[in-house]
């Protein structure tokens, strides 16, 4: 079976309105074209609105599905509220948040501005605050029977990172919040759960976590016991089916989509992964030599 093959039923989606923050590229395009071919309603939110409309009609030609661009910077409450309108009034309801809008770059912390700083939190914290509180406000007042809440966040969200530290900051912040409103909100039949993706390129982390020739020097790829980076059809199937009703049991989880890499960067002794196959003959017999 081909990994980068499409997994549900054609219909799983079907009658589902999703707003995807950041849908205009990367892997939020890729996760609305899957949602689209599976049937829902797509509202992509970004704040480049020119983008986000080349993105739609691209989608929309490529799977006749129904896909509208919407601009809003998350960043702002006041915005996130009209954006919800705008969906509403577009599709009559809405059904799934994706907060997949975020901001990065590599730094030295000691180098960043208070504004540098504040700028990631702004856009991957507070953005998917103000999109969480506001959608889950309406599902509320709304009595709606059934929504979900996915947050896409990264394995250093729990394990934290150097030189990318206002991100992992916000990333576990945005954890936080899942797992707590997954209890909170579930009464309301709210689910709330997250993706933690490893390595997936894309051109907008690309170029803002390895630019110029550090994507040769740091091949990501030799970072992951599986060998190989992600593709973007494997994180699409597992979103798509974290926002269908398939998944209805499934609540406060966090799922790695990473191929093991966060646990080789963890395990004490995963650095003998260097030794030789023909070493561990040598070896055991050393160590059986000690006990005689
Ligand atoms: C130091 C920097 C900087 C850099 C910006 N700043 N880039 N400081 N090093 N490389 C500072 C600026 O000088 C300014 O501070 C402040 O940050 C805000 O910068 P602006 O350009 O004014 O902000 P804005 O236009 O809002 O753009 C936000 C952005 C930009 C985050 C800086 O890169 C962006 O639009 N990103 C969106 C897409 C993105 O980042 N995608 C990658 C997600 S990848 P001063 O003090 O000068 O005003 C991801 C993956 C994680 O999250 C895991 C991968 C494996
Ligand atoms: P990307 O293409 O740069 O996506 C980020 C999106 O966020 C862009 O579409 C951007 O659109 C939007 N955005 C940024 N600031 C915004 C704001 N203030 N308001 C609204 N939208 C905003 O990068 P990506 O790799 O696909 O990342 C998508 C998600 O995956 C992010 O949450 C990222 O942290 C996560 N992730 C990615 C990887 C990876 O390997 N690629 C790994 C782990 C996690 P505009 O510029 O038009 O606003």
Redesign the pocket.
């Known amino acids: 079976m081909d990994f980068s093959a499409k997994m549900l039923r054609d219909d799983a989606l079907e009658g589902k309105t999703i707003v995807v923050t950041?849908g205009g590229?990367?892997l939020g395009k890729s996760m609305t074209k899957y949602f689209l071919e599976l049937g829902a309603n797509v509202a992509i939110t970004s704040?480049d609105i020119d983008k986000l409309k080349a993105t739609a009609s691209e989608l929309q030609s490529e799977t006749g599905g129904n896909c509208l661009a919407v601009a809003c910077d998350v960043?702002h409450y006041e915005q996130v509220e009209v954006m919800l309108k705008t969906v509403l009034d577009s599709f009559g309801r809405v059904d799934v948040l994706l907060n997949n809008?975020?901001?990065?770059?590599?730094?030295p912390t000691e180098?960043?501005?208070?504004?540098?700083?504040?700028?990631?939190i702004?856009?991957?914290l507070k953005g998917s605050k103000n999109c969480t509180l506001a959608f889950g406000k309406h599902w509320i007042d709304a009595k709606q029977q059934s929504a979900v809440v996915l947050n896409?966040v990264?394995?250093?969200a729990w394990t934290g990172s150097a030189y990318?530290v206002p991100?992992a900051t916000a990333?576990a912040g945005v954890l936080a919040m899942t797992r707590s409103l997954a209890v909170e909100w579930a009464k309301y039949g709210i689910r709330t759960n997250a993706i933690a993706?490893?390595?997936?390129p894309?051109k907008?982390?690309w170029?803002?976590?390895l630019?110029g020739d550090l994507k040769d020097k740091f091949d990501?790829a030799k970072k992951v016991p599986l060998k190989r980076v992600g593709d973007h059809q494997e994180l699409a199937n597992l979103a798509a089916y974290l926002v269908s009703d398939f998944s209805g049991y499934v609540n406060g989880e966090v799922i790695t989509l990473d191929g093991g890499e966060w646990l080789k960067g963890a395990g004490q002794f995963n650095l003998l992964e260097a030794i030789p196959e023909e070493m561990w003959d040598m070896l055991e017999a050393m160590i059986k030599a000690k006990k005689a």
């Open positions: 950041g590229s990367g704040r960043r809008a975020a901001g990065n770059f590599i730094s180098r960043l501005s208070a504004n540098a700083f504040d700028t990631i702004d856009i991957v896409i990264t394995t250093y990318v991100s990333k993706p490893g390595p997936f894309t907008g982390a170029d803002r976590l630019p990501l």
